[in-house]
Nanobody, 123 residues
């Protein structure tokens, strides 16, 4: 099982980034993919998730209206375009796979995790 997050970087406040999560080693359609982030000294925070089977999505209140998660099942990849980025969005972003029903923003629900990608938003 492998989850590879990419697309992070350094961007000015108000800018945009698109994160990608490429999955392999499991049946993609049977899992939801979630994005989480961890800022220095803080707990993991659920950002968004998408169910690969029915396309159901959830967003944290902190990112609603600025992020639209999408899934390309043919490529086993989930995308997280982020707009109007703020300094408080600075964190390491991780993607993870969830085998339960729908999707979840609770980190402990997830079965597999990938390495993170750093997002830094300067003011």
């Amino acid at each position: 099982v492998q989850l590879q997050a990419s697309g992070g970087g350094l961007v000015q406040a108000g800018g945009s980034l698109r994160l990608s999560c490429a999955a392999s080693g499991f049946t993609f359609d049977d899992y939801a993919i979630g994005w989480f982030r961890q800022a220095p000294g803080k707990e993991y925070e659920g950002v968004s998730c998408i169910s690969s089977s029915d396309g159901r999505t959830y967003y944290a209140d902190s990112v609603k209206g600025r992020i639209t998660i999408s899934s390309d099942n043919a490529k086993n990849t989930v995308y997280l375009p982020m707009n109007s980025l703020k300094p408080e969005d600075t964190a390491v972003y991780y993607c993870a796979a969830f085998s339960g029903y729908g999707c979840s923003l609770v980190p402990y629900d997830y079965d597999f995790w990938g390495l993170g990608t750093q997002v830094t938003v300067s003011s």
